[in-house]
């Protein structure tokens, strides 16, 4: 019981780390210039822009009927940590924003956050000559808060809603289920905004972050898969035991253009061990055919698993 408390706080934290971070992205980067990520904060803009509306009270409206849909196909503990995620998000997306900050007395002075852009006065880190500065910050930190979002088994509610449904119905990455989902968002703020300006960084952003996402939440891909077809297989598969330490596997095939049947050896290694593999191979038959390919998950002895679990825990 203790070890169970001690985990769900552990991961209550760890959302409340990557929802500052969301914030800190919408309110000091993207939100300021129009810069559409997506999603719940990408039509938060509109009401912010349009009506001057909070974009943290809004993303509150927004994600009400995305609650039911979690409930009910995510289970309620993911459920639970949507509604926390989601307010920790809103939260700070507000809270952090320059006018709040200089409200609460965390910033005297607004002259240096204070710019004009487009006819109106925004708040923002950095000027308008650095707008694709702000729109790359603005999109690695919205990446890495999500990321760790998800990696603590939370969600900012939204379309993470769908994106994790995706992920978990299909297999696919959360980088791509974004990409999927938040096209037709990024598309239409453009329109209502009637800027492709809006579209092009919208794309940007989304890029950059998805792939910061799936980074901070499923980690670097360091393992690889190797295939190698060779007459002298078995020393090649003897020599990998020895040097390597890794099982492999033993392919049936037969030769397209020969006709003759062979054996294929297929490994799993880390990268490091790559160069040891490509040398070994090359000194026991300099004629051997070697292809490397990226392994996104490896399930099993002597390797951690990258994949997400977004089921609700025990």
């Known amino acids: 019981m203790r070890k169970k408390w001690q985990r769900n706080l552990i991961q209550l934290v760890g959302i409340m780390f990557g929802s500052l971070l969301t914030g800190l992205a919408y309110s000091w980067f993207l939100a300021p210039y129009k810069i559409v990520p997506g999603g719940v904060g990408g039509l938060s803009q509109i009401l912010f822009h349009f009506f001057d509306i909070p974009m943290g009270i809004s993303m509150l409206l927004f994600n009400v ?120 968002i990024i598309l239409t703020v453009g329109l209502i905004f009637k800027d492709v300006k809006i579209i092009i960084w919208g794309y940007v952003n989304l890029f950059i972050s998805a792939k910061m996402t799936d980074l901070a939440s499923e980690g670097l891909p360091f393992v690889k898969g190797v295939y190698v077809i060779s007459t002298k297989y078995v020393e090649i598969k003897e020599a990998i035991y020895e040097h390597i330490h890794r099982g492999v596997t033993l392919l049936k095939a037969t030769g397209g253009y020969t006709g003759n049947e062979q054996n294929i050896i297929f490994c799993v290694m880390n990268k490091r061990q790559v160069s040891v593999m490509r040398d070994m191979v090359k000194d026991i038959d300099p004629g051997a055919f070697m292809i490397l390919t990226d392994v996104h998950d490896v399930m099993g002895y002597g390797f951690k698993s990258r994949e997400l679990d977004l089921s609700s825990p025990d």
């Open 65 to 184: 009927p995305l609650f039911i849909i979690s409930f009910i196909f995510m289970g309620s503990r993911f459920g639970t940590r949507s509604i926390y995620g989601m307010l920790m998000v809103s939260f700070f997306t507000d809270i952090v924003s320059f006018a709040n900050l200089n409200k609460i007395g965390l910033i005297s002075d607004l002259t240096p956050f204070t710019f004009l852009y487009d006819g109106e006065r925004i708040f923002s880190i950095l000027g308008p000559t650095d707008i694709y500065l702000s729109a790359i910050a603005g999109s690695v930190l919205l990446g890495l808060g999500l990321g760790i979002i998800f990696r603590f088994k939370g969600s900012t509610a939204g379309t993470d809603i769908p994106v994790a449904l995706i992920k978990k119905k299909t297999g696919l990455s959360i980088g791509t289920g974004y990409w999927i989902v938040e096209t037709f």
